[in-house]
C-alpha cells in the first residue's frame, strides 16, 4: 500500500510518498520519495514560529512540494490533522482534500504525536517485533509527554509538562543566550563545548519537580532561573563565550537530569517492555546518552529504541508510517470534507 503524507503542522512543510507492507511480526517501509522545506531561517527574526507566516509559507510551498509526486500512483493521502498550529494545520488539511477528491482515494486523519511515536519505533526500515507495553518520551517544541502504549494504536499520558514543553525551553534560553532560532541545538553545541573543555557553572540551576511522586515535569522555572542567573550578573553582555557555555551545560544537565529522573519512575510504573524517545529534542546527544545510560544500568529487560536523527524533527515519513502502520492493521481513521484541523489535539483521542 502506499501513501502520500502531508506534514504542516509548524513551520517544516513536509510531503512523503511510502510504500507499507505487512510481515510477520509487524510492518517494512520503503520511503520512496520525501520532500522537507523548513521555515526556520524566516521565523528566525521573531525569535519563534509565528503562525500566520507559517500558514503563507505554506500555502506557497504545498504545490511547489507537490509537483515531484504528482504522476504517483497512490491508494491514499495521510494529512496531520493535529496537534499544532492550526492556520498551519488547515492548509495541509485543505490541500489534502483537494488531491484526495482529485484522485478519489481515501483521506486519512494522523495525530502529529502519534506520528513522532511510531516512526521513532522504525528500526531498519521496519516496524516489528516491539515488546509491549511502549514507554515512550515525547520530546519537542511543543510537547513533552510520558505516554503508555499498551496496545496497538491506544495510548495513555502518565505524565506531562506542567507549563514549557523541554523544547521551548531550549529555544527561550537561547534567546536569552543570544543564539539564534530553533534554539534547541544551538544550546546543545555550547553545552558540549562546556563539557569537552571543562567549564562548569558555578551556579546550580533548579532542577524542577524532581521529587515529585509522579511522571510529571515542568520546565517554566528552569527557564526564569536562568533568567535571573543572567540578570543577578549584569546581563549577558558580561558573559564571554565560556560563561554563556557553563550557563548552557548547567541547564542541559538540569533538563537531563529531570528527564532521566521521570523517565525511570514512569517505566517502574509502566512495567514497560520497550521504551523509545520521540520529537526534535530527541536528537539532544547528551539527552539520548543519560537515557541510554539509565536503561542500561537499571533496565536490562526493556528495549530502548532510539530514532535516526533525519526523523526526530517534524516531517511526512513519520506520518506516512503512523497512516500505514493504522491503514495496514485495519485500524486507519478516514476522513471526509468534514475533517477540521485541531492545535490541541491529544494523542490519548480514541479514534
Ligand atoms: O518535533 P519538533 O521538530 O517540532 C515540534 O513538533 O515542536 O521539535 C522542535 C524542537 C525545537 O524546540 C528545537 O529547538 C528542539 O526541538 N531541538 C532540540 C535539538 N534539536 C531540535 N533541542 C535540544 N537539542 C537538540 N539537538
Ligand atoms: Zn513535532
Same mark, same amino acid.
Given at each position: ?6 506534514e ?20 517494512a ?29 505554506h500555502?506557497k ?6 509537483e ?6 497512490v ?39 502519534e ?31 510520558f ?54 557553572? !558555578? ?10 511522586? !509522579? ?14 542567573l ?11 563565550? !565560556? ?14 537530569d529531570?528527564?532521566?529522573h ?72 478516514q ?7 485541531i ?9
Amino acid at each position: 500500500m502506499r501513501i502520500l503524507a502531508i506534514e504542516t503542522s509548524c513551520d517544516e512543510t513536509g510531503l512523503a510518498l511510502v510504500e507499507g507492507t505487512n510481515i510477520d511480526s509487524g510492518f517494512a517501509f520503503e520511503v520512496i520519495d520525501s520532500a522537507l522545506l523548513s521555515q526556520a531561517a524566516l521565523h528566525a527574526e521573531y525569535g519563534g514560529v509565528y503562525p500566520n507566516l507559517a500558514k503563507r509559507e505554506h500555502e506557497k510551498n504545498l504545490p511547489v512540494l507537490f509537483e515531484k509526486f504528482k504522476e504517483q500512483q497512490v491508494d491514499a493521502i495521510a494529512v496531520t490533522n493535529g496537534p499544532g498550529l492550526e492556520p498551519a494545520l488547515w492548509t495541509g488539511v485543505e490541500f489534502s482534500k483537494k488531491i484526495a477528491k482529485e484522485r478519489g482515494v481515501p483521506l486519512l486523519a494522523t495525530n502529529h504525536m502519534e506520528g513522532h511515536l511510531l516512526s521513532s519505533l522504525v528500526k531498519d526500515g521496519k516496524l516489528e517485533n516491539v515488546q509491549l507495553p511502549v514507554l515512550a518520551l515525547l520530546i519537542s517544541g511543543g510537547h513533552t509527554e510520558f505516554v503508555v502504549m499498551k496496545n496497538w494504536f491506544t495510548y495513555e499520558i502518565v505524565g506531562k509538562t506542567k507549563d514549557d514543553a523541554a523544547g521551548e525551553a531550549y529555544d527561550k534560553v537561547a534567546r536569552m543566550l543570544a543564539l539564534p532560532y530553533p534554539g534547541g541545538p544551538e544550546v546543545s553545541k555550547l553545552a558540549e563545548y562546556a563539557r569537552a573543555n571543562n567549564i562548569k557553572s !558555578d551556579v546550580k540551576l533548579p532542577r524542577p519537580m524532581y521529587d515529585t511522586k !509522579d511522571s510529571n515535569v515542568s520546565f517554566s522555572g528552569l527557564k526564569t532561573a536562568v533568567l535571573y542567573l543572567l540578570r543577578d550578573k549584569g546581563g549577558i553582555q558580561k558573559f564571554d563565550l !565560556d560563561a554563556r557555555a557553563a550557563v548552557a551545560r548547567e541547564f542541559e544537565d538540569a533538563t537531563a537530569d529531570v528527564l532521566v529522573h521521570k523517565t525511570k519512575r514512569a517505566l517502574e510504573e509502566s512495567g514497560a517492555q520497550t521504551f523509545v524517545i520521540g520529537g526534535g529534542v530527541a536528537a539532544n546527544k547528551h539527552i539520548r546518552e543519560k537515557l541510554q545510560e539509565l536503561i542500561a544500568t537499571d533496565f536490562n529487560e526493556v528495549e530502548m529504541r532510539l530514532p535516526e536523527l533525519n526523523i526526530t524533527g517534524d516531517n511526512a515519513i513519520m506520518i506516512a508510517e503512523a497512516a500505514l502502520a493504522r491503514a495496514l492493521s485495519g485500524k486507519d481513521d478516514q476522513a471526509d470534507d468534514t475533517l477540521r484541523a485541531i492545535g490541541n489535539l491529544s494523542i490519548q483521542t480514541n479514534k
